[in-house]
C-alpha cells in the first residue's frame, strides 16, 4: 500500500491550531499565543474571512 503526504489546503496561519489552540513546545495549550477578544475580532474580520473569501481563486 502505497502511503500518500497530506498537504495542507490553509496556510499554516490561517489554520484552527494555530491561531485558537496554539501549543507550547511541551504540546500543551499556549495561552500566550491565542487570539481573545479584539485581537480575535480584528484577525477573523481583518484577515481570515478575506483569506477563506478568496480561497476559490488560490486554489484553481
Request: proline letters at 4%; charged letters at 30%.
Given at each position: ?6 498537504e ?11 491561531w485558537?489552540a496554539?501549543?507550547?513546545?511541551d504540546?500543551k495549550?499556549?495561552?500566550n499565543n ?6 480575535l475580532?480584528?484577525?477573523v474580520?481583518g ?6 473569501k478568496?480561497?476559490k481563486?488560490r486554489?484553481?
Open positions: 500500500m502505497m502511503m500518500e503526504t497530506y495542507y489546503i490553509i496556510e499554516e496561519k490561517y489554520r484552527w491550531s494555530t485558537v496554539p501549543k507550547d513546545a504540546g495549550f499556549d495561552d491565542a487570539l481573545t477578544g479584539d485581537d475580532m480584528e484577525f474580520d484577515e481570515l474571512f478575506p483569506y477563506l478568496s480561497f481563486q486554489a484553481v
